[in-house]
Structure formats: C-alpha cells, structure tokens
C-alpha cells in the first residue's frame, strides 16, 4: 500500500486547487482540510474527493472566489449566504462564527444557505472542540437514500455531528443517515466482501449485505431503517428553515451537483458558561469510563468513545504516510502538474 | 379488544393521581398527557406507565409537589432543577419556557437537571409545533442497552424529538436510540412473533429477531449498530453539560428508579423569525410531496412523514375509542378508586 506523508500529499492537493484557479490562501486552507481528512482516516472525503472538487470549479458550480454574506441576524444566531463558494471555506467560517458569539453568550448558532459540499462534516466537529467549543452540525444534501417505505432516492444522507472538547482527545460523533456510505459499499465490493450488516435492498427488495448489488439498485438502507430516515427528513427541513434555503427537493432541481446550494447549521456552545471546568471534565471522564469498563462483546477487543478510532488513525497515519488508493493519487498529481 | 373513550381514561388517571396525592391542577395535566400518549398510539408511556409513576411517589422517588428552580441564565437559555418534580409538569414547563423565548429571540434554549422521567418524549414536540414553534429535545436516562462493542447495559437510550409545526398535521420525530423498546419485545414475545428486523442479540452473541432472547441477555441494539450508540453518548454529554445535571453513569448510582434525576434539554425555534410563512410552508410541502411520490417498496401501500402515523392513530383512537391492555386498564380503575 502507497503512503504518502502528510506534508506532501498536501501540497500536492494545494498545487492542484492553485491551478484550477483558487487564490493560494484558500487553496491552503482546503488542501489542509482534505489531507486531515485522509489523515483521518476519512479518505472519501479527503484526497478522493480533490478530483471531483476541481470539476466543479471548472463546471462553474464551486466559485472559489465568493465569500459569505451575511444576510439576517437575530439574538445570537446569524444567517449567511454561502454564494456558492468552496464549501469548506464557508463552513469554517461559519464554525468560527459559532464559536465567536458563543464565547459572548453561551450559545451561537449559524445558518449557511446557497453553499456548496462541506467535504467531511466532522471537520468542524473538530475545528470548534479545538477552540474548546462544544458542537453541534449538520448539513443537507441532494437526493441518495429512499426515504423508508420507498424504493427512489428522495431524501439526503446529511450528516449530523456532534463534538465535545476533552483534553485527552476530543469526543466527536460524525454519521451520516445511511448505514453505509456508497464509498463504503464500492470499497467492500472491489475487495469482494460482504458488509458487517445488511446495508439495502437487492432488486427483489430483500435486505442484503452485498454490496455491489445494493449500488445497482441505488437502495442503500437509511440507519434504524425508518429512524435513520425520519431523522433525514427533519434535519434537511431544519437547514432550510433555519437558513431559508433549499431542501432537498430543490437541490436536485438545483443541477449544481451534489450539494450544490445545500444548507448548514452550527452551533457551538461554550461548557465553561454553563458549569465549572471541573464539572465538565468528571462528567466526560464518567461517561468514558462506564463505556470502556463494559463487558466486552463476543470478539471485541476495545471499546471506543466516538471519536477515538479517528485519533488512532490519526496517529498511525502522521507516522506511516497516508494510504492512497494509486490511481487517485496519480490523477490528484497530475491536477497538480499540469498549469 | 377494550376500548376506553379518552374523557373517561383522561379521569380514570386524573383520579388515580389524586388518590396518590397530586395536588389537583397537576393531577389534571399530568393525566391529560398520559392519556394523549395512549391516543397516539404510544401506550407504554401513556396508561401503561400510570401504576409505575403512582409507585415511584410512594417511594418518595417522585416529588408530586416540587416545582422547577431557575439556577442560571444566560443570553436566550435558561437552566431550572427540576426538584424531582414530576417530568411531564417540569418538560411542559421547560418547552413552554423555550417558546416564550423564542417568540423574542428567535431561539430558546432551556435544559433541565434533577428532574424524573417525562414519559413520551414526542409529546414535548407536539406541544410547541401546537405553539407554531419548531423545536429539538431530548433527555438522557440510567443505562439501558449496551454501547456498540460492550456486553452489559452501559448507555440511555435517551429519546431525541424534533419537530417542525404544520397546518395540516405537524411534523415530529420522536426516537429513542435503541432499534426496539422493551415494551415492544414484550408485546412481540406475547404474540409469539418475530421482530421485523434484528432487534438485539442472543446469548452466543448473534444478532436475533427473537424478542426473547433479547429480553434474556437485555442486549438491545442500538439503532443503526454503532451509530446510535455513538449518538447515544453524545445525548448525554450534551444533557449533563447544557443542565449541569447527572449523567447516565451518575444517574445509574442515584437509585431514584428510571431517569431519577436525569436532565434534559428543550431548543424551540420560530420559524417565523427566520422566515416568512410562504417560505416555510412551501418547504415543508416540497418535502412532503418528495416522500410521498416516492416509487414504493414492495408490500407498501403508503409513506408516512414522521408523525403522520400518530396523526392516523389519534383520529382512530378518538373516533373508536383508546385500545387498553384489561389487566393494566383493571389496575389503573383500582388505583383510582382506593382513597
């Protein structure tokens, strides 16, 4: 396997976004966040992404020069239009923001409409535990998942994070609404496995853990079945109304790809005004310490706290390189080469 | 199958609730929520749950007089100790408190510490959508499943509500974190059937439909495998830090029976301050009519929006009567006419 270290590879992905025509202070910043990603251990989202990225500048649906307006403000919570700008970008910004107003009342939330694909949405789980913010975020997105009971794509997988910021490595949930990712599914497929657990339907509409069945019938199973998908719904209708942008519905009528003029809420909460440090810390020590002293299940060897398996690749990968699929990493050097 | 008209439950509870003396008032709401519970179909939490709230006053676990304390404030958020109040006055208290400051401030957030189980979760969510008002809540409770790789109970299944107010029927989510509630195992294990999905494992530690052996080894799952439990900590995390009250590993130690001193967190949002009333009608409708012109999977006949079955229920229930367990309907008409 093909390790590639940290420095490089971003580099390599901050030449490629400089050629495609993106000024060398944003192209810094997103190259860092797709190699944190990868670094991570979030490879659909972070180098494997760089290509699909640079189509849409030149597609016209990424504008790398737009910055985001602010259009409504109200107590403290503030509302932008994102204008199409790298999503990255617009959705650090928008953490920041977050942060900043709930470092002055406890609370902050900020609304992002017209943006574009926030890449990894744990990012800014992290970007704002780092700040010593609690967080919490989500996003919509165009049509991937049947809503439960259907058979077409008609809601979004948005992801949904959640981070609390713990000295010792910070808690941090980041799931989207299907069992599996489609990078998942393609993944498992080309190392002609089975999923752990179902995660569609094949085409005669049973339950099935192969995956490449489940990519020709584009029936990927929303998590819980109809929780999962319940809770895709609420939450594309809680970016619209909180944001005044579009649903769901509207971004697959949007032809901006995926994402393309979605919308996102933060919000971020400081700890230290509602309670005293040491009453944060004990409460997250507790809560860690009842799940790591859990019984351990039938072959489980660790119990994890959401967010730790990321600190754990995080570590092995700044040590060894971070594996790259060859053929991706050729194509994001050549993006890089050519210009 | 008994049916029980809701004015006639609604006083049957009222009484029973009484006799374990609840001041009138109380006694009054109190029993008006248990029995909309039923109407909607969620009777675990509704008239099933009447004998176990009446035994936890007797145990003192339940403070039938206390009334929420308001600790801190800050900003558009509002922390009370619920005083081991009962959970539905302290939950109705605490949402009403959030939409009154959201009317203001566009958002308002209360949590609660130190307060008692809040029976059905969604009912929190129908009472501000019933105000116009959007709102997220959620609770966290003693350990009752495992967490994703663990054996024994480690986490809550903390319920977590949104709901979105519509004209024509609102729009709510109300879910607990594990696949299936106990009561549903039970129901299922009585009609000697099967769950219609995994629900839990057995005692080899194999994923199984048979709800027995899930009640045997009480190793629910959670929804969505590692995802609910994930998302499960997080709940809690969150509900100790925004009330600065006990989490699940604390509230394990209380010994004040379920959710004994547990907290909770009530977010309502006026979509009206955001945007106008076309925008968010329309919005609502374009996602509604995505769901419901999906292409059906086999074997279904209609899609719901979340809620919409509680809609269905309610209008049966009302016009046919509120179907009652005889054995649990027996004890209720006992506890309401002792004193």
């Known amino acids: 396997m093909t390790r590639i270290p940290f420095d490089l590879m971003k580099s390599t992905i901050k030449q490629a976004f400089l050629n495609a025509g993106m000024p060398e202070a944003k192209a810094d910043i997103c190259a860092q966040i797709h190699t944190e990603s990868s670094r991570d251990g979030v490879y659909s989202h972070g180098l494997n992404r760089v290509e699909r990225f640079v189509d849409y500048i030149g597609k016209g649906w990424v504008d790398v020069h737009a910055e985001p307006s602010l259009e409504n403000s109200l107590s403290n919570i503030e509302i932008y239009n994102g204008n199409l700008g790298p999503g990255i970008l617009n959705a650090l910004f928008a953490m920041n923001r977050a942060t900043e107003i709930a470092a002055k009342h406890g609370l902050g939330m900020v609304s992002l409409n017209n943006t574009t694909h926030w890449m990894r949405g744990g990012a800014y789980g992290w970007q704002a535990a780092g700040k010593g913010f609690a967080a919490i975020c989500w996003t919509n997105t165009e049509s991937c998942m049947p809503v439960w009971g259907g058979k077409s794509e008609a809601i979004g997988n948005n992801p949904f994070i959640m981070a609390v910021p713990r000295k010792e490595g910070h808690v941090v949930l980041d799931m989207a ?148 699929n060859d053929g991706v990493w050729a194509k994001v050097m050549e993006l890089a080469t050519i210009g």
Do not use: H
């Not at 754990?312 to 060894?320: C, H, P």
């Open 177 to 324: 609404m299907s069992q599996y990712s489609y990078g998942k599914l393609q993944v498992t497929r080309l190392k002609d496995q089975k999923l752990p657990y179902p995660g569609g339907f094949d085409q005669e509409g049973n339950l099935t853990d192969n995956p490449g069945e489940i990519e020709l019938t584009r029936r990927i199973l929303p998590m819980g079945y109809w929780k999962g998908s319940g809770f895709a719904v609420m939450l594309d209708l809680f970016s619209a109304l909180l944001s005044g942008g579009l649903t769901t519905a509207k971004i697959d009528k949007a032809g901006l790809g995926s994402c393309g003029s979605c919308c996102q809420v933060f919000i971020a909460i400081d700890p230290l005004r509602f309670n005293s440090g040491e009453f944060v810390e004990q409460a997250i020590a507790d809560t860690i310490a009842q799940i790591k002293l859990s019984e351990m299940a039938e072959g489980v060897n660790e119990i994890y706290y959401p967010g730790e398996q990321s600190l754990k690749t995080r570590a092995e990968n700044l040590k060894s390189g971070i594996p790259v």
